[in-house]
């Protein structure tokens, strides 16, 4: 059974800056599609950051310029770096997986979830 485990999440101030790490197990990690998604209450899920087996990324606009999404296919582990952070970013962070050819890029193609960790932003 495929797994995903977050962590890195907590609370940080206003301009802080945070790391996510996601460990993927039990799937062909290099040939996997990964993405962060973010969900807050009463809201859908959107999708924060992707990044492609060979590496493209694409990012939400509220985020370009302040996360970076970055894979280490040796460690099985796909990262969030998130600096600048604003209140507005305080919610749940899910980490995606898609196989093969798979996209990451809409929350119904998402094959495989993390079980989130929850992110705080205080102003």
């Known amino acids: 059974q495929v797994q995903l485990v977050e962590s890195g999440g907590g609370l940080v101030q206003t301009g802080g800056s945070l790391r996510l790490s996601c460990v993927a197990s039990r799937i062909n990690f290099s040939m996997s599609n990964m993405g962060w998604y973010r969900q807050t209450p009463g809201k859908q899920r959107e999708l924060v950051a992707a990044i492609t087996s060979s590496k493209s990324t694409n990012y939400a606009d509220s985020v370009k310029g302040r996360f970076t999404i970055s894979r280490d296919n040796a460690k099985n582990t796909v990262y969030l770096q998130m600096n600048s952070l604003k209140p507005e970013d305080t919610a749940v962070y899910y980490c995606?997986?898609?196989?093969?050819?798979?996209?990451?890029?809409?929350?119904?193609?998402?094959?495989?979830w993390g079980q989130g960790t929850q992110v705080t932003v205080s102003s």
């Open positions: 995606a997986a898609a196989r093969y050819y798979g996209t990451v890029q809409t929350s119904t193609s998402v094959e495989y």
